[in-house]
């Protein structure tokens, strides 16, 4: 065996592709955040593209102040802490490239008046449009969408079973900790669903969320059979 030394972590481990994050972050969701969209090839390219977009650009059919907007929203799902947030990740402008090439006229619909409903809300809430409103009441209308969005999947998952003949899930009401605010949207808020995937696949597949949200070391790689954890550090990236 050779007596040389092993290299360094950092020395031996290759970077992460966007193909494979985009890869791995949609198998973090369940696959379900292709939604519209099947081929990797399809976000590696928005993804690309929504990177070197410069300011003030319009995508498709989405103005630059809509794709403001889509910011605004990711920001507020994903918020600049110790790391920065979506809007430095530009993920606003990665939603509009997904909607425009990837979703059909009946999801491109759903999402555009989605981003209508998330303003009047907001403007029912907090008597100022989505853009105007502090961070709090930003949080606080997509809290109400992200609540009722989870409710109608639990839903939609009960029929399903009950369609099948499988055990029943109990009531929604009965495992709900917290219940909808009175202002809540009544509607229903699938178009919600897209836009938090989309944030969520947008910045977790950036450069920003794979080089500074999440930590990633290439496999296989150096053998470390125990490492000191600290506080704080910040999530692996998954491998497949």
């Known amino acids: 065996m050779s007596s040389q030394p092993m290299p360094s972590e950092s020395e031996q481990a290759p970077t992460i592709t966007r193909r494979e994050a985009i890869r791995r972050v949609s198998l973090l ?4 955040a292709l939604i519209g969209c099947g081929r990797v090839e399809d976000v590696e390219k928005a993804a690309e593209k929504a990177a070197s977009v410069p300011a ?10 809509e ?22 990740a530009k993920v606003g402008a990665f939603m509009a490239l997904m909607v425009t090439d990837c979703y059909d006229p009946g999801e491109q619909k759903t999402f555009r008046d989605g981003m209508r ?8 809430a907090a008597n100022v449009p989505f853009m105007q409103a502090t961070p709090q009441q930003r949080l606080a209308v997509l809290t109400a969408f992200d609540r009722q969005a989870h409710r109608e999947a639990y839903e939609t998952e009960a029929e399903d079973r009950k369609r099948q003949g499988l055990a029943q899930l109990p009531p929604y009401d009965s495992i709900e900790a917290e219940e909808i605010t009175s202002d809540a949207p009544v509607e229903p ?15 977790f597949t950036s450069e920003i969320g794979c080089t500074q949200a999440l930590r990633y070391t290439e496999v296989p790689g ?11 550090s910040p999530a692996w990236a998954a491998h497949a």
Do not use: H
């Open 222 to 232: 150096r053998y470390d059979p125990c490492i000191d954890y600290v506080a704080g």
């Open 189 to 203: 808020a699938t178009f919600f669903r897209m836009m938090k995937e989309l944030a969520l696949l947008g910045y």
């Open 117 to 124: 409903r998330v303003d009047a809300a907001a403007t029912k």
């Open 67 to 88: 794709i403001a907007f889509l910011d605004e929203v990711a920001e507020t799902i994903v918020p600049a802490t110790r790391t920065p947030g979506a809007k430095d």
């Open 29 to 32: 969701l369940g696959g379900a």
């Open 56 to 65: 003030n650009t319009r995508l498709g059919q989405f103005s630059s102040q």
